[in-house]
């Protein structure tokens, strides 16, 4: 079978570590790099530049969805602002050669593009490439899908040829001249990546991709540093025109929907019979799907299809509505469909890296020391204003009153599991702030403790003083250097005495607490009053 239309778009949610300068912006870095440029065209000031296809997906999306990814240009002082979301595209890459083990022949497919997106405000980053070809084999097309998107290998044969990825894969420029190939069969750089720092190496050509950002390795001097946020296989988008979608077998659909490989044998599936009984209930949005129409030409006959790896858009190639890039569904395909992914992975992302940063927070808290448990405090703190305005500027459950967007949107965050992370990650955060109110709650009771027992103990000298104050010594005809040597002479050891019964607090505390119980005999309380200077003697304190 043959795939007249093909295209592939890779997300990759990739954790951005944090900068030296706590005030700098990671994209930063990308201005006046000749290879990046900053995308700001999609509202020209002249309408006549204006494009259907962006307008259509502008007003696909609910109000709170476009200030999200548009952001708002109004001058009042209660607008949103600019759009919190920027991209960068790479300018030097337009095509990508690949040739798979054994193969004599390379694959050339264009690159439409290569884009980073930043969100402002987040520690992520989401790089986004998309591919296209025409007239290719649907074998083909389904070896593409599994094996391009590899950030490394997962594995590797005998021989060494690396699992389930591409022997070469090479960008190219305009002229069509090499400028990065990958290093997948060079098994000795990615072993010793892992042995040295036990972090996983990527592949020279993603490497260049996303210079001069660097992966956050020993030795790496970049200031912005990133890290893999998930496994090795980039989720990945897949459109397909061909001529007859009903014609496809239940095993190529399920293939092309979990990205596996194809198969000699046409009806044979990837998985167990079993595990898939329930393959298109889980994972198919038939709303304009039914073989039984096939002779309907205006019926689309289009199925789409939602996994945890992969969404898969395949129709008809005769249909005007299926493979127009303007108005029909490729174009939603890359326009709507695209940002209903790239919303549901920066959810899925942003959720992952604030995981990673509590259990770094978690693991640099020492108990025992109150520097530790300080800085604890502050980066728990940080953590919950950064989840905050998560919840409250990016995270949403519904982004469009149109049916298809709202139903796909729907599948595709319960395919990721966006709802379970989000509930597990707010209360981790609960739990961490609930922990830090305990903290503050036992100190506070110390605190009153201590001043408790220096208010008991300063009664007897309040007291004493008073009746010393009933004229019974009187200084008021001495002179005023002996009058301030006195002074000081009761406001020294009054002092001395104060300290000495903070530090000495919580033993006095145990001591007044065992002379007030009626159970207690004349000896526990004598032992208890001597455990207050014999730090030898086994007393509770705390």
């Not at 290569?114 to 070809?133: G, K, L, N, Q, R």
């Amino acid at each position: 079978m043959l795939v007249e239309k093909f295209r592939q778009i890779l997300f990759w949610p990739l954790q951005l570590m944090p900068l030296p300068d706590r005030g700098d912006v990671h994209w930063r870095q990308l201005d006046g790099d000749p290879n990046w440029i900053l995308l700001d065209d999609d509202f020209p000031s002249d309408p006549e530049q204006y494009q259907e296809r962006h307008y259509r997906e502008f007003v696909s999306f609910l109000p709170h969805v476009q200030r999200f990814l548009y952001g708002e240009r109004s001058k009042s002082v209660r607008s949103y602002g600019e759009s919190p979301l920027l991209v960068y595209r790479r300018t030097d890459i337009k095509a990508v050669r690949m040739r798979a083990p054994g193969e004599a022949e390379f694959r050339c497919f264009k690159v439409e593009h290569a884009d980073v997106f930043f969100f402002y405000d987040a520690d992520v980053m989401i790089p986004v490439i998309e591919i296209s070809a025409e007239n290719i084999a649907l074998d083909v097309a389904m070896d593409t899908i599994n094996r391009f998107g590899r950030a490394y290998p997962a594995a590797w044969s005998e021989s060494g040829e690396p699992a389930n990825c591409f022997e070469t894969v090479e960008w190219l420029d305009a002229a069509e001249a090499p400028l990065a190939a990958a290093d997948y069969t060079d098994r000795l750089k990615f072993y010793a990546s892992v042995t040295r720092s036990q972090t996983t190496d990527i592949a020279a050509h993603w490497d260049f991709m996303l210079r001069p950002m660097m992966l956050n390795r020993i030795g790496a001097t970049c200031a912005v540093r990133y890290r893999p946020l998930e496994y090795h296989r980039m989720p990945m988008m897949t459109y397909l025109a061909v001529e007859d979608p009903a014609s496809l077998t239940r095993a190529e659909f399920t293939r092309l929907a979990l990205a596996a490989v194809p198969a000699a044998a046409r009806d044979r599936l990837p998985l167990s019979s079993i595990y898939l009984a329930d393959f298109e209930r889980a994972h198919c949005y038939d709303r304009f799907f039914d073989p039984r129409r096939t002779d309907d030409p205006e019926w689309p006959n289009m199925r789409i299809m939602c996994t945890p790896q992969a969404f898969v858009m395949i129709g008809r190639s005769g249909d005007p509505g299926f493979i127009d890039g303007e108005r029909g569904f490729l174009g939603q395909f890359r326009h709507q469909f695209f940002m209903l992914g790239m919303i549901a992975h920066f959810h899925r992302a942003a959720i992952l890296m604030m995981s990673n940063r509590l259990v770094e927070v978690i693991s640099r808290l020492d108990s025992r020391d109150n520097r530790s448990v300080s800085r604890f405090r502050h980066d728990i703190r940080d953590i919950s204003a950064t989840f905050l305005r998560f919840t409250h500027r990016y995270y949403f459950c519904e982004v469009s009153d149109q049916a298809i967007l709202r139903d796909v949107f729907r599948i595709w965050t319960g395919q990721l599991r966006t709802d379970a992370l989000f509930k597990e990650l707010r209360e981790e955060v609960n739990d961490m702030e609930a922990f830090m109110e305990t903290d503050l709650l036992r100190r506070q009771a110390v605190t009153i403790l201590q001043l408790t027992v220096v208010t008991l103990f300063s009664l007897v000298g309040t007291i004493t003083t008073g009746f010393l104050g009933m004229n019974l010594f009187s200084h008021s005809d001495l002179p005023t250097t002996d009058r301030l040597a006195i002074f000081f002479l009761v406001f020294i050891p009054t002092t001395l005495l104060t300290l000495y019964t903070v530090k000495k607090s919580r033993r006095l505390a145990h001591f007044l607490d065992t002379l007030a119980s009626d159970k207690a005999s004349l000896r526990t309380k004598w032992n208890a009053f001597l455990a207050v200077w014999d730090s030898r003697r086994d007393v509770s304190v705390d």
